[in-house]
Structure formats: C-alpha cells, structure tokens
C-alpha cells in the first residue's frame, strides 16, 4: 500500500499546476499561439499570449500518465496536433520532474544536514560541559589518581584495623578499670586482702604485706597472752603494725594511682581512635555518595557522547549525499517524434 500511494503521488506530481508552469516558463509556452491554439505545422494562428497558470491548465490537460502493470514504470503521454512539439513538450516535461524531484531530494538533505549541524553543534557544548564537570568532581573530590575501588579498598582496610584497635582498647579498657576497682575496694583497716595478681607482679608490695601479716599476727599473739594496751610490748607491736599498715596502704596508693593514670590513658586512646573510626565511617558513606553522583555524571556523559555520534554519523551521511546527490527517478525512453 505504501508503493501504491507513493506512485499515486508521483503520478500527480508529473501533472501538477507547478511541473506545467516550469515547463510553460521553461519553453515560453504562454507566448506560443501555436501550441495554445493546438495549430498543426503550417499554419500561423494569430500572436496570442496567456497567464502562466493558464498556459500551464492547458498543458495539464492534454497529460496523462498510466502506470505499466507489475512494474514501477509508468507511460506518459502529451497529444498535441504538432509533433516536433509535442516531442518537445514531453521532453521538458519529463526533465522538469526529474529535476524536481532531484532538487526536492537535496533540498531535504540540505534540511537534513542543517539541522543536524545545529543539533552537533548543541551536543558538542553539552558534551564539552559534561566532561569538564566529570573533571572537577573528579579534582574536588580527589579522584584523579586513585579510583574509587581503590580508595574503598583503603577505607575498608582502615576500618577493619581501626575497629580491632577499638575492640582491643575496650577489653583493656575493662581489664585496667576492674583491677582499678578492686584496688579501690581493699579495707585501708585491714588491708591484707590484696589479689594474687598483684602480689605476683609487685615483689615490694608481696613483702609489705607479709611484714604487714606478722606485725598483726604479733600484736593478737600479745593479745592472747593477756597483756593490756599499756604494756611496753603490746604498745611497741602497735607502732610496728601501724608503721607496716602505713607502708602498704602507701604502696597500694601508688599502685592506684598508676592504675588510674593507665586507665585515663586508655580511655584517651579510646576516644583518639573512636574518632578515627567515626571519621572513616563517614569518610566511607561520602564515598559512597560521590560515587552515586559520579556515576550519574558520567552515564549522563556517555548518553550525550553516544547520541553525539549518532548525530556526527548521520551529519556525515548528510554531507555525503549532498555531494553524491542521488535521484531515484530516471527516464528510460525519451519521447519519440510521433508519425
């Protein structure tokens, strides 16, 4: 249906109003009285001159055109009563749609080509301001010259190592602050309850104990023998158990203090690489982030780059076909003279 309607439309095209007037223009035909008249050779009609619509209307309807059964040709014919210009008149004619149909052709691609021009034009800006805004996101955001695999890769890294720092300070965090604890919790009275672990990593404290123990040990030995406060002995097993008292609460003071001292250390460490750690949580979220925009960015950049080509291939194909013109109508048999 598509071929019918485009033959159907050929067809009219070779008899339409405009072919006939570049045909009378062409061969002055609205100032020839023998073709308006349709004299035959020989005869001189009278000087006559028509409108070149008119002359064209005259033309029209001595036309036809019909199509060749099972073929894309088609017959057109012209009567006239002189033949050399009938012969003359179906030559023009037939050249004038030829030539029209040619310059329709190029008039198109001249379209074609201007507007795609245009639209290059338009994507090459668009493109070239795409691109440098891939750059700078790139240069803010310090993705030049490590991509972002690599810089995930590091981030992921950091974090694993900094969150085993943070488990390691948090256990010892809980180590110091109980051995804090149960320092604090040692009776200054009676301070003879001391953990083993301590005894063990101090040989002083181990010995002030023990100094501690036997002057409270002969002090209730005094005790037992029924001597009152009073007594030489008694008062001189007091001072001992006191003075030793003295010392080892001394040395358990200093063993807090240390302890104490270790344990705002840690929690100082703890909070130095809590930060750390928060900071390459959020170092790693903004990375996610730049990489969402990043890859918007460039797909936005490879659609434009993609249709860019598109628009040069067929900018190209334009250019070509306006210097390789091609028409697909021809004739295949001029007009011959009629007998």
Excluded: C
């Amino acid at each position: 249906w598509s071929n019918q309607e485009y033959f159907a439309t050929q067809h009219q095209i070779l008899t339409s109003r405009k072919v006939a007037a570049l045909v009378v223009t062409r061969l002055s035909l609205h100032r020839d009285a023998g073709f308006i008249n349709g004299a035959a050779p020989g005869t001189k009609p009278s000087p006559q001159i028509l409108p070149i619509d008119g002359a064209a209307e005259l033309l029209r309807s001595r036309i036809s055109v019909k199509p060749v059964t099972d073929s894309r040709l088609a017959t057109v014919s012209y009567r006239d009563a002189d033949p050399e210009r009938a012969q003359r008149v179906l030559s023009a004619l037939v050249d004038v749609y030829v030539e029209q149909n040619l310059d329709s052709t190029l008039d198109s691609a001249n379209k074609r080509a201007e507007w795609l021009g245009t639209q290059l034009g338009k994507l090459k800006t668009e493109l070239e301001s795409q691109e440098m805004d891939l750059h700078d996101f790139k240069k803010t955001n310090n993705l030049l010259s490590v991509s972002f695999d690599d810089q995930s890769n590091m981030l992921r890294a950091e974090i694993q190592q900094l969150n085993t720092n943070l488990t390691e300070l948090k256990t010892r965090k809980e180590h110091v602050a109980s051995r804090l604890a149960v320092l604090q919790s040692i009776n200054p009275e009676d301070p003879a309850l001391i953990p083993q672990g301590e005894l063990l990593g101090n040989q002083g404290l181990g010995e002030l104990r023990a100094s501690y123990i036997a002057a409270k040990q002969d002090v209730d030995r005094l005790n037992a023998l029924g001597k009152g406060e009073n007594h030489p002995d008694v008062r001189s097993a007091n001072v001992t158990l006191k003075s030793a008292r003295m010392a080892l609460m001394t040395e358990l003071g200093n063993i807090r203090e240390g302890v104490a001292t270790d344990l705002q250390a840690v929690q100082r460490e703890l909070a130095g690489v809590t930060t750390l750690y928060d900071s390459a949580k959020s170092q790693a979220m903004g990375l996610n982030i730049n990489e969402v925009r990043f890859t918007r960015l460039r797909r936005t950049k490879d659609n434009t780059e993609r249709v860019f080509g598109l628009v040069l291939e067929r900018s190209t194909e334009s250019g070509l076909s306006k210097l390789m013109p091609f028409n697909n109508v021809r004739v295949l048999d001029r007009p011959l003279k009629p007998g």
